[in-house]
């Protein structure tokens, strides 16, 4: 069975950056079908970002855009988060997974059947 496999959390303070990666265990899905997610304590797990189907553009929530970037390296079934100017708002578990529905909207985790195991980001003020 496929497993996601997340790295690169970890503690920042107020405006650092981070990077994310998430990488498939095999090649059984395309990369452009990864997305991130992110459930901070006492919420809802909730969309981070994601790749558009065709590859060429990419979705962010409102609160990351024009802060975190989406890429990709399909030849090792990775995909990145790179993360800048965090507030401490960011801190997080956040999560990579894959759609394996699309009757789903790609911002649901209805659409997402695969998930990592979720990796921690804390940003302190």
């Known amino acids: 069975q496929v497993q996601l496999v997340e790295s690169g959390g970890g503690l920042v303070q107020t405006g650092g950056s981070l990077r994310l990666s998430c990488t498939a265990s095999a090649p059984t899905y395309s990369v452009l079908r990864m997305a991130w997610f992110r459930q901070a304590p006492g919420k809802e797990r909730e969309f981070v970002a994601a790749?558009?189907?065709?590859?060429?553009?990419?979705d962010y929530a409102v609160d990351v855009a024009g802060r975190f970037t989406l890429s990709r390296d399909s030849a090792k079934s990775t995909c990145y988060l790179q993360m800048n100017d965090l507030a401490p708002e960011d801190t997080a578990v956040y999560y990579c997974?894959?759609?394996?529905?699309?009757?789903?909207?790609?911002?649901?985790?209805?659409?997402?059947?695969?998930w990592g195991q979720g990796t921690q980001v804390t940003v302190s003020s």
């Open positions: 997974a894959v759609r394996t529905s699309d009757s789903e909207i790609y911002s649901s985790t209805r659409a997402y059947g695969l």
């Open positions: 790749f558009g189907r065709s590859g060429d553009m990419t």
